[in-house]
């Protein structure tokens, strides 16, 4: 009896570990947040828009982006919040009026889509990795940095490193004053071994950048003086995850940039690169430069 008792628990031992392995494995494989190549065919195929697929070398890294538009003209750069991919603003790259006017290039972020996918770097590291992809693909036309929700702060990062490089930012709900990050404090234990590789996909880097971010807003804060391009800021009034008040923040500290444009969008929450596309796209078009 003892020996039957003692197999049967080995074998639900054996079962567990066994679960608990497939679980790991597979939700690794899951809410990966990105299209995948095949799918990314298909959208440009049916929207009836030329796209290049490249992946680069930046700063021992691999970054993967998109890119669509006559290649002579005028850059819009755009990158995406936490988590996400390049596709965010997919709807923007095969917009025909965007396409009249500039090149569009939106990347995979560190640790996102196809760049790295799973390691995720602190807003320093990587405004660097993303900065040597600028370099990598300036055509020397000015270059609108466009950024949402941590795609913000990523792009003002940016911008304080190289001001003269670029001509515009356009943040979109930009979380930029670390007094209003208030990191869970629940995110510290998900950063913990083993437990952190019970979290699928791309969720595991967004929570490690999202940890890191209020230490990396207030590093960041010294220098956003040296920001002297034109800025626009879009930001909804009833944003819950990135209060409205960064926008003060910004008007406040952005002192040496050309101008500062605020378009407060009433009630809109934190989705407005979608939910207010149309205003966000006419902004684009209408940028002079």
């Known amino acids: 009896m003892e020996k039957r008792a003692a197999?049967?628990?080995?074998?639900?031992?054996?079962?567990?570990?066994g679960l608990l392995l497939s679980y790991i494995i597979v939700c690794q494989s899951c809410m990966t947040m990105r299209m995948t190549a095949k799918e990314?065919?298909?959208?440009?195929?049916?929207?009836?828009?030329?796209?290049?697929?490249e992946t680069v070398s930046a700063d021992s890294h691999r970054l993967h982006y998109i890119e669509t538009g006559n290649p002579q003209n005028p850059?819009?750069?755009?990158?995406?919040?936490?988590?996400?991919?390049?596709d965010a603003y997919k709807r923007y790259l095969t917009d025909s009026i965007l396409l009249k006017k500039y090149r569009m290039i939106a990347i995979d972020r560190p640790g996102f889509g196809y760049s790295d996918f799973g390691s995720a770097e602190d807003l320093?590291?990587?405004?660097?990795?993303?900065?040597?992809?600028?370099a990598k693909t300036d055509n020397h036309k000015p270059i609108i940095l466009v950024g949402h929700s941590l795609g913000g702060p990523v792009i003002v990062k940016i911008a304080t490193d190289e001001p003269s490089r670029f001509a515009r930012l356009v943040i979109l709900a930009g979380s930029v004053d670390p007094r209003m990050e208030t990191p869970e404090n629940w995110r510290a234990i998900l950063k913990v071994k083993p437990i952190r590789y019970l979290i699928p996909g791309a969720l595991r880097p967004s929570n490690d950048e999202l940890w890191w971010l209020k230490g990396d807003l207030y590093a960041m804060r010294p220098k956003l003086k040296n920001i002297t391009s034109d800025v626009t800021i879009i930001h909804g009034t009833k944003d819950p995850l990135v209060p409205f008040g960064n926008v003060a923040f910004m008007q406040k500290h952005f002192v040496n940039a050309k101008s500062v444009e605020v378009i407060a969008i009433e009630n809109a929450n934190h989705f407005i690169p979608w939910?207010?596309?149309?205003?966000?796209?006419?902004?684009?078009?209408q940028i002079r430069l």
Not at 75 to 86: A, D, M, N, Q, V
Not at 124 to 134: D, G, L, S
């Open 124 to 134: 320093e590291t990587q405004a660097k990795i993303i900065e040597a992809v600028i």
């Open 275 to 285: 939910e207010h596309y149309e205003l966000i796209r006419n902004k684009l078009a």
């Open 75 to 86: 850059t819009l750069f755009f990158i995406h919040g936490s988590p996400g991919s390049w």
């Open 40 to 53: 990314t065919d298909t959208y440009f195929k049916d929207s009836k828009v030329a796209f290049h697929s």
């Open 7 to 17: 197999k049967f628990r080995f074998k639900v031992k054996y079962l567990f570990f």
